[in-house]
Antibody
Framework: QVQLQESGPGLVKPSGTLSLTCGVSGDSISGSNWWSWVRQSPGKGLEWIGE???????NYNPSLKSRVTISLDKSKNQFSLKLTSVTAADTAVYYC?????????????WGQGTLVTVSS | QSALTQTASVSGSPGQSITISCTGTSSDVGGYNYVSWYQQHPGKAPKLMIF???NRPSGVSTRFSGSKSGNTASLTISGLQAEDEADYYCSSYTGSGTRVFGGGTKLTVL
């Protein structure tokens, strides 16, 4: 059974950098799937942030691209998210998810999510 | 990259069928057979219900079905049950490796 678990600080100061890690078990991030980050602001809908493939290829949401970096740590079977210059608008529950491999166009496994609050 | 358009809320009585629509453009929903649907209960992570327009993952009830016509995709839930009450989100591949979600639809089972 594939499982994903987000971890990282729950509070980040404005203008700072949000850093989260997603640990993966039951699958290898070096396989044929892309690995993605999605967020959900309080009371709002889902927003795709970006994704990474095991060779290091990345795709990002154009609206966040200038502030986002997604990276891999194959030795730990985990991938990470960095979001710079955060504001209160970046307060959200952040989910990591596996992109399904049949078409590569859906998210089949999700982490439980972690709330990150941007506040001084 | 604009969010896909979903009706904010829909309701139905137990046993009835309801349909949730998701409207995009020819650059996303209409351009690819890559629409997926997610169910989200309060405080929980989204759960994949339909992928690639009309495919059900293993373990998802056959009461859930998906379709698409032009730039609009639809999720139909038949034989509505109390446990179906949740938020539902559509998502589409948009080309160039990017993805977009709908704004979500709150389903209330009366």
């Amino acid at each position: 059974q594939v499982q994903l678990q987000e971890s990282g600080p729950g509070l980040v100061k404005p203008s700072g950098t949000l850093s989260l890690t997603c640990g993966v078990s039951g699958d290898s991030i070096s396989g044929s799937n892309w690995w993605s980050w999605v967020r959900q602001s309080p009371g709002k809908g889902l927003e795709w942030i970006g994704e990474i493939y095991h060779i290091g290829s990345t795709n990002y949401n154009p609206s966040l691209k200038s502030r986002v970096t997604i990276s891999l740590d194959k030795s730990k079977n985990q991938f990470s998210l960095k979001l710079t210059s955060v504001t209160a608008a970046d307060t959200a529950v952040y989910y990591c998810a596996r992109v399904g491999s049949v078409s590569g166009a859906y998210f089949d496994y999700w982490g439980q999510g972690t709330l990150v609050t941007v506040s001084s | 990259q604009s969010a896909l358009t979903q009706t904010a809320s829909v309701s139905g009585s137990p046993g009835q069928s309801i349909t949730i629509s998701c409207t995009g453009t020819s650059s996303d929903v209409g351009g690819y057979n890559y629409v997926s649907w997610y169910q989200q209960h309060p405080g929980k992570a989204p759960k994949l219900m339909i992928f690639d327009v009309s495919n059900r993952p293993s373990g998802v009830s056959t009461r859930f079905s998906g379709s698409k016509s032009g730039n609009t995709a639809s999720l139909t839930i038949s034989g509505l049950q109390a446990e179906d009450e949740a938020d539902y989100y559509c998502s589409s591949y948009t080309g160039s490796g990017t993805r977009v979600f709908g704004g979500g639809t709150k389903l209330t089972v009366l």
